[in-house]
């Protein structure tokens, strides 16, 4: 299986690992792949001033994704996601 390595900032990364947040936008007009429900990635947290890494990262199953118009704009994804848990595949 592929596990791709996506980005994302403190303040976001915090929502999520909290349980708070249970989603992810993105843009994905220059993505090299179409991330599809069941997929695994990882995210890593990145310090939003510079962009470099804090360190800590954790994987993720999509759930859902929305890219079609007319809710979202062209080049926009909204994905469901869930962590994944030790032994959950």
Same mark, same amino acid.
Request: one cysteine or more; a negative charge; aromatic letters at 14%.
């Given at each position: 299986?592929? $596990?791709?390595? !996506? #980005? ?6 915090? =929502?999520?690992? +909290? ?12 993505? /090299?792949?179409? =991330? #599809? #429900?069941? &997929?695994?990635?990882? /995210?890593? &947290?990145?310090?939003? &001033?510079?962009? !470099? ?5 954790? /994987?993720?199953? $999509? ?5 079609? &118009?007319?809710? !979202?704009?062209?080049? /926009? =994804?909204?994905?469901? $996601? ?6 959950? +595949?």
């Amino acid at each position: 299986m592929r $596990i791709y390595v !996506l #980005k994302t900032w403190e303040r976001f990364y915090y =929502a999520l690992e +909290s349980g708070e947040k249970t989603f992810e936008v993105r843009d994905v007009s220059d993505w /090299l792949f179409v =991330a #599809k #429900k069941g &997929e695994v990635f990882c /995210l890593v &947290e990145t310090v939003e &001033e510079d962009g !470099l890494p804090t360190g800590r990262c954790s /994987l993720w199953h $999509i759930t859902h994704v929305c890219t079609k &118009e007319p809710f !979202l704009p062209s080049g /926009l =994804a909204v994905f469901g $996601i869930r962590p994944v848990l030790g032994g959950d +595949s």
